[in-house]
């Protein structure tokens, strides 16, 4: 697979198959495409924590609000949730600034998982504080991002934007359908 | 190539064949990756400015500042500068929040460079306020990003990190070392 056909299969997937196992070796060979990518001034301040037993997906669950434009679904039914998480955490004691690293991080981290035949989501929305208790996440981690993981069981389309509306939506089929902007309007001159 | 190996090659380069022409259609393809990669809330508010000649190369180049941890270097010599640049705009009449996306599309463009043949580097230190006059970039615009783009002329080595100094440095034949931290430094426990 070239990297434009990579880029295009690598859609935000919030529906799963939850029985299909993810290795953890699978997830440590995600984190190294991470950890080889660039990060501002060389610091390297992302830190990882994984999980791929159904006992701690079902505890990070419900940390995590999905899908915000579809008011209709509070995220995925049991049997349809992720079977692994990544989340990437900002190491204060390097640096207070992660927010270029944070997103070539999980740019290559999803990639790779498309490669691997996986699929997922990358969820800002997050209960922080609360996951932060639960987990006991030092108080020296930012909590950056949580990577959704599993292998997809969602048809996803890409459509033409109208009148600027991004939000995505589910047709009667329940495929989920994602705007995009054109080139044109994204390359601009001055 | 697969995707472990794009990433391993996508080093962060500041010595280019300056003579070698990178065609505008080689750009916009590079925008079409990041067009097509995931965007908080499908917002997509990045929009880009490409340069490809020289002269437009030539009003770009002295607002960068190059390589922060190599003082001795003033940055790349005539005849080895970038021969592209992309500069990363966040529209502010989207959103004022461009962070996790920012890193995301300039990773998805560094790896398309790199299987085009190319390289470069992600650049965040800019003369922002003199670039944004020269260049005449409405005030609607942050300025987020420079991706200098060339044909690579320099080797780029990774060493493992000693005594956590993550600084980059050049050895007596010109070769560039980056010091990365091991895999088992990222992924952690709680």
Redesign the interface.
């Known amino acids: 697979m ?3 056909e ?3 299969k ?1 859609r ?1 997937y919030r529906r799963f198959e939850e029985s299909h196992h993810i290795d953890i070796k699978t997830l ?2 995600l ?8 990060s ?5 301040p ?5 999980y791929n037993t159904s006992e701690s997906c079902d505890r990070i669950f419900p940390y995590i609000a999905w899908a ?2 579809l008011k209709e679904w509070d995220g995925p039914a049991r049997g349809e949730r992720p079977s692994a998480y990544i989340i990437i ?1 900002g190491d204060k004691s390097i640096t207070e600034s992660f ?10 981290i ?3 998982a498309t ?1 691997a035949g996986l699929g997922g989501c ?1 969820i ?1 929305s997050i209960k922080r504080e609360a996951l932060r208790n639960d ?4 108080e020296k981690f930012d909590i950056l ?1 949580i990577l959704a993981l599993g292998k997809p069981a969602e048809t996803i389309l ?1 459509d033409k934007i109208k009148d600027n509306d ?3 939506w589910r047709d009667k089929k329940n495929n989920h359908h ?4 054109p ?1 044109d309007e ?5």
Chains 1, 2 share one sequence.
């Open positions: 070239n990297l434009k990579l880029v295009y690598t935000s440590e060979e984190i190294d495409l991470a950890r080889m990518s660039a501002a001034a060389n610091r390297q992302l830190k990882y924590l994984l915000a434009y955490l927010s270029v690293d944070n997103g070539i991080a999980a740019q290559s999803m990639l790779g490669e990358m800002a987990l006991k996440i030092p991002l890409i991004v939000k995505y994602v705007p995009k902007r080139l994204l390359i601009i001159k001055v």
